[in-house]
Each structure stands twice: as structure tokens, then as C-alpha cells.
Nanobody
Framework: QVQFVESGGGSVQPGGSLRLSCTALGGITYYRLAWYRQAPGKQREMVARITEDSTATDYIDSVQGRFTISRDNSKLTMSLQMENLKPEDTAVYYC????????WGQGTRVTVSS
């Protein structure tokens, strides 16, 4: 199991940008990774995922074209660049392996509001 520490959240106005980061407390080379989010009153959902070698990425429809996932295995990090943020992107964002491991970090909160 890999544990992660997320950071980079904050409050922005609609149309704004944020870059989320997470650092793994262990090797990630052999894992597919993903960003997940949980909005208030909703179930946690996968937002974007990336293969072990970064050759393929996948996004849910609602963030396609606005979010970009990336990783650096040598630095044990993964990022999520979020552009043109919308109020419906408001959530706590988490990183984890894909499929998910049992451990969830504290996440990082993103609030999009005018």
C-alpha cells in the first residue's frame, strides 16, 4: 500500500486555476495512479488516472480538456493542473493508486465560488 500527502488546494473564483500535488511515502513506479474527489454530500469519484509510465491518461467527461494529470516517479509525486474551474469542481481531492488502496490521506480542499 502506498500512502500519499496531498496539497495545493484553496479557494478560487470560477474560471480560476489551481495545481494540486501529492507526494508518495514510498515507491510509485509500478502503480497506476489517480486523482479522486468527494464533493459535499456525494460519493467519492475518480477524476483522472495515469499509467505507470505516463503514456496514457484518462479523465471523466466533466473535467476533460480542463484538467491535466502528470507524475514524476523519480520524485514520488503526482500533480493535477486544473484550469477553468467551475463551482461543481468544489470537493476534497485525494490521490491514490488505481484501483484504490485501502489508505486514504486527508486530501486537499478545493472551493470554487464567486
Amino acid at each position: 500500500q502506498v500512502q500519499f500527502v496531498e496539497s495545493g488546494g484553496g479557494s478560487v473564483q470560477p474560471g480560476g486555476s489551481l495545481r494540486l500535488s501529492c507526494t508518495a511515502l514510498g515507491g510509485i513506479t509500478y502503480y497506476r495512479l489517480a486523482w479522486y474527489r468527494q464533493a459535499p454530500g456525494k460519493q467519492r469519484e475518480m477524476v483522472a488516472r495515469i499509467t505507470e509510465d505516463s503514456t496514457a491518461t484518462d479523465y471523466i467527461d466533466s473535467v476533460q480538456g480542463r484538467f491535466t494529470i502528470s507524475r514524476d516517479n523519480s520524485k514520488l509525486t503526482m500533480s493535477l493542473q486544473m484550469e477553468n474551474l467551475k463551482p461543481e469542481d468544489t470537493a476534497v481531492y485525494y490521490c491514490n493508486t488505481y484501483p484504490t488502496g485501502a489508505y486514504w490521506g486527508q486530501g486537499t480542499r478545493v472551493t470554487v465560488s464567486s
